[in-house]
């Protein structure tokens, strides 16, 4: 019989009912696994209960659709929980997120009174006192403030750095040290600082669903190691085998410039460096332990920062990477459904449509299909595609560096590159929505068929076979769609302006997959990819 670790949070003969929000995030997609495992029924809550489909727990939990901003939702969303876990905040989402942010946590904190929930449990930052804080910073303790004035009993822990295999913060150390062995860094690079491992902000998070009831106050949380970031760059060069870094500060990189230096070197783009960097502007370590004497240590003490490296790579290499920074939808992305009806807008609608037969059976073609982005590319001029991520990035956006979370396998609300996974048919379809900086809305639809019916009605690749070669054994049908709704006149030029390219980038994306299809057909599963 399987039996639970020593440190492991009793299990009761009666759930209790734990909401969770932030359910696409990285925090609280790790959140509810552990909620289950330690004993609690689970309500998540997300704008759209459609992305959660195909998580791990996703059958496991009560998947309800709440808008936190929405009152209404909220109570629905609230009724007979016990703990209630707010894990939203306004990462880079415009120069108007502090007052969204108070709003949300207004209602929120309103809704929790008014249900009757026995507490409510935030994570925010941690930050010094006495000092001018970063808007960012600022508004995750005003949020914390606001909750604790609500009426309900809440635990609101503050944490630094959180180290882990996808945050975005360990994302940003792995990038810097990985690509730059001689580095100019702004002075934030000798400021102090905190760590913690992802696993104990998830274990204090759990426990703290069973603090006494008159405990309602702040908590600084934190691993065992103080040292600065550039300390911990060097920590991670050692732990991955890399030769130590030379780090030259320099004093005229102000927290813009910085966050547009990270923006190129890491996956992590401006938008969502730039608070990041500008909370590194203050030293942030631990004032207080208090909680530990509430949430004992486990066993084996709290994880260290080159402990907790180790185990961010060991998740990478294996592939089993279960959230990242961008999970949730980066701030400020499209985020329509694609319309079944093309004149949704009243406007225009281009679609570039393109079908090719393969010689190979449907789970090979889709198995490129799946694999598709990251590093393995997207089958057609490698260049084109390099050049439009470095613009991307340039104007904000994620550019190709946040590549995938799975080598191998993809989910609904994925990211991949500067798409997102919008519907995925396991076998058949995989929906993907541009979140690049464009003028306006834009999809990609790769499909697999071999319904002959079908493609006899189909028009032809002008490059392949007709559709009837696709009605013989072992044969498949290929189908790819870029669909793009313009937005003004700017969306109207930028359509014109890159079609003349879409013959040498989908045109050859077609060609690229129908033949890894037909040779992995033909000589088995390879590690190969075409440009």
């Known amino acids: 019989m399987p039996t639970q670790p020593p440190d492991a949070a009793p299990r009761r003969e009666t759930p209790r009912l734990a909401a969770v929000t932030g359910v696409t995030g990285y925090v609280g997609g790790r959140l509810v696994p552990e909620l289950l495992d330690a004993g609690f029924r689970v309500r998540a809550l997300a704008r759209d209960p459609a992305r959660l489909v195909g998580r791990d727990w996703a059958d496991d939990a009560e998947l309800v659709r709440c808008d936190v901003g929405d009152p209404d939702d909220l109570r629905a969303a609230l009724a007979d929980v016990d703990v209630a876990y707010y894990l939203v905040h306004s990462l880079g989402s415009g120069r108007d997120f502090e007052a969204r942010d108070r709003h949300l946590a207004l209602t929120f904190g309103r809704a929790a009174r008014e249900a009757g929930v026995a507490r409510v449990v935030y994570l925010g930052g941690l930050a010094p006192s006495g000092v001018k804080l970063s808007r960012h910073l600022a508004s995750r303790r005003e949020v914390g403030e606001i909750l604790l004035a609500s009426g309900v009993p809440v635990a609101v822990l503050q944490a630094a750095v959180i180290l882990g295999s996808g945050s975005a913060s360990f994302e940003m150390v792995r990038y810097l040290t990985e690509r730059l062995p001689v580095m100019t860094t702004p002075r934030w690079v000798s400021n102090r600082i905190q760590p913690i491992a992802v696993r104990d902000v998830l274990r204090y998070l759990v426990r703290s669903a069973d603090l006494p009831a008159d405990v309602s106050r702040t908590f600084d949380v934190g691993g065992p190691d103080v040292l600065t970031y550039g300390e911990l ?264 302006s890159i079609k003349p390219f879409h013959g040498v980038v989908f045109g050859g994306m077609q060609r690229n997959v129908a033949a890894e299809a037909s040779r992995r057909a033909s000589d088995g599963p390879g590690t190969g990819h075409l440009t």
């Open 233 to 496: 760059m060097q920590t991670f060069a050692r732990v991955a085998g890399l030769p130590r870094r030379l780090i030259l500060p320099v004093p005229v990189l102000t927290p813009r410039l910085s966050s547009l230096w990270v923006g190129l070197v890491t996956p992590v783009p401006a938008g969502i460096a730039k608070p990041l960097v500008e909370s590194l502007e203050h030293e942030t370590v631990c004032r207080e332990h208090d909680l530990r004497a509430l949430v004992p240590d486990p066993p084996d003490g709290l994880i260290g920062a080159e402990r907790a490296i180790e185990l961010a790579l060991e998740r990478i290499h294996d592939g089993e990477v279960a959230t990242r920074w961008s999970s949730a939808a980066l701030p400020g992305a499209p985020s329509d459904p694609l319309p079944t009806d093309p004149d949704w807008s009243g406007g225009s609608f281009y679609v570039d449509e393109r079908r090719t037969v393969v010689d190979a059976p449907a789970d090979v073609l889709w198995g490129v299909i799946e694999e598709i982005g990251g590093h393995r590319g997207w089958y057609s001029w490698s260049l084109a595609w390099r050049v439009r991520g470095l613009m991307d990035r340039l104007a904000g956006g994620p550019g190709l560096r946040r590549g995938r979370r799975d080598e191998r396998r993809l989910r609904v609300d994925d990211a991949l590159d500067f798409w997102r996974v919008e519907a995925i048919d396991p076998g058949r379809r995989l929906l993907l929505r541009a979140e690049m900086r464009l003028p306006g809305l834009a999809w990609l639809e790769l499909r697999v068929d071999t319904a002959a019916e079908e493609l006899a009605a189909s028009t032809p690749d002008a490059s392949g076979p007709g559709p009837d070669a696709a009605t013989g054994p072992g044969r498949t049908y290929f189908a790819q769609r870029a669909l793009f709704s313009p937005h003004g006149l700017a969306g109207q030029l930028y359509w014109w």
